[in-house]
C-alpha cells in the first residue's frame, strides 16, 4: 500500500482548496482563522464544500474528501481510518481494505512518521498530520 503518497495525495487536496478559498476571501494566513468570513456551504472553482464545527467535506467532481482542521502549530489536519479510505476510493477508485489501511497508518505511527490524537491521555483513532 502506497500510504505515504496517499497521505501526501490526500494533504495536497486540502491545500489546493485552502488556495481557492484564501483567493476568494482575499486570506493571507491560515483560512480557519478566518473561518467567519467563509460560507459555511458553498461551491467554488468546483469545489463544492460544507464546513461543520471542526471539519469540512469537500467533493470535487467524484473525489470526496473529509476533515478536520487544527489551530495548532504542529498539526493542521486530522482524520479517521474512513476519512482517509473514502477519499483514496474516490480518487483512485480502487477499493482499500480497512484492516491493511489502519495496519499502514500504524506502521507510520510506530514509526514516528504520523501521529494519533491524544487527549488527557487517552489515544483516539485518529490521525495528525
Known amino acids: 500500500m502506497e500510504i505515504v503518497k496517499y497521505i501526501s495525495d490526500y494533504e495536497n487536496f ?10 476568494k476571501y482575499k486570506i493571507k494566513s491560515n483560512v480557519y482563522q478566518h473561518i467567519d468570513i467563509i460560507k459555511t456551504s458553498d461551491s467554488l472553482n468546483n469545489y463544492q464544500y460544507n464546513f461543520h464545527g ?7 467532481g467524484n473525489i470526496i474528501c473529509e ?16 476519512k482517509l479510505k473514502t477519499f483514496i476510493e474516490s480518487l483512485y477508485k ?36
Open 54 to 60: 471542526a471539519g469540512c467535506r469537500i467533493t470535487f
Open 94 to 129: 480502487e477499493k482499500i481494505d480497512n484492516i491493511e489501511l489502519k495496519s499502514s497508518l500504524e506502521n507510520l505511527v510506530a514509526k514516528n512518521i504520523l501521529k494519533k490524537l491524544v487527549i488527557e491521555g487517552k489515544v483516539f483513532d485518529i490521525y495528525l498530520i
Open 14 to 23: 486540502i491545500i489546493k482548496f485552502e488556495n481557492v478559498l484564501k483567493e
Open 67 to 82: 476533515y478536520d482542521f487544527l489551530l495548532d502549530e504542529n498539526s493542521k489536519y486530522q482524520f479517521s481510518v474512513w
